[in-house]
T-cell receptor, first 114, second 109 residues
């Protein structure tokens, strides 16, 4: 089984809808991250969490919110989706006790907002 | 604004040749450096990490770090068509990674 899983893998939604992307990990890592990737813009950090009670905004948090339900689960919500949130979304994890900066990515969610 | 710069490519090399990928970074305090490989439509995969000046070899891959010049490079020896992908340079800074936009590598049979 994959260490970092994301659901759904693909989603098409309409403008104004609320949508949640979920990330689960079995790696036992404390740190979790949400990124979006757009062609030509690279990976951009949306939110990150260093533990269950520590959640921080990244470079592009506007229009997004997150919830860290447990060490293993980190969800990203789009409260009212808009077309420019169409992108590939990745969750990642890292272990501060061994290699804090080595991040391991989930398979991604391709989100299309029409 | 801390930045990581890479040539976007595409970099095209013949099969069996050495591919050389380069990256520069702006945060002089960074101590952790990584290369990720990303196939089209897939997630980034960590292939190399380097923390000290000099070379680090792992199979056909060699990462090179020069902190004084603020650059990191990745050499891929005996390039194979399966190496065709986008390579992302990432630099650790203040608890997070800053990613370059990636260099697209194409290995021609």
């Amino acid at each position: 089984d994959a260490d970092v899983t994301q659901t759904p893998r693909n989603r098409i939604t309409k403008t104004g809808k609320r949508i949640m992307l979920e990330c689960s990990q079995t790696k036992g890592h404390d740190r979790m991250y949400w990124y979006r990737q757009d062609p030509g813009l690279g990976l951009r950090l949306i939110y990150y969490s260093f533990d269950v009670k520590d959640i921080n905004k990244g470079e592009i948090s506007d229009g997004y919110s997150v919830s860290r339900q447990a060490q293993a689960k980190f969800s990203l919500s789009l409260e009212s989706a808009i077309p420019n949130q169409t992108a590939l979304y990745f969750c990642a994890t890292s272990d501060p006790l061994t290699a804090a900066y080595e991040q391991y990515f989930g398979p991604g969610t391709r989100l299309t907002v029409t | 604004q801390k930045e990581v710069e890479q040539n976007s490519g595409p970099l095209s090399v013949p099969e069996g040749a050495i591919a050389s990928l380069n990256c520069t970074y702006s945060d002089r305090g960074s101590q952790s450096f990584f290369w990720y490989r990303q196939y089209s439509g897939k997630s980034p995969e960590l292939i190399m990490s380097i923390y000290s000046n000099g070379d680090k070899e792992d199979g056909r891959f060699t990462a090179q770090l020069n902190k004084a010049s603020q650059y990191v490079s990745l050499l891929i020896r005996d390039s194979q068509p399966s190496d065709s992908a986008t390579y992302l340079c990432a630099v650790g800074s203040q608890g997070n990674l800053i990613f370059g936009k990636g260099t697209k590598l194409s290995v021609k049979p």
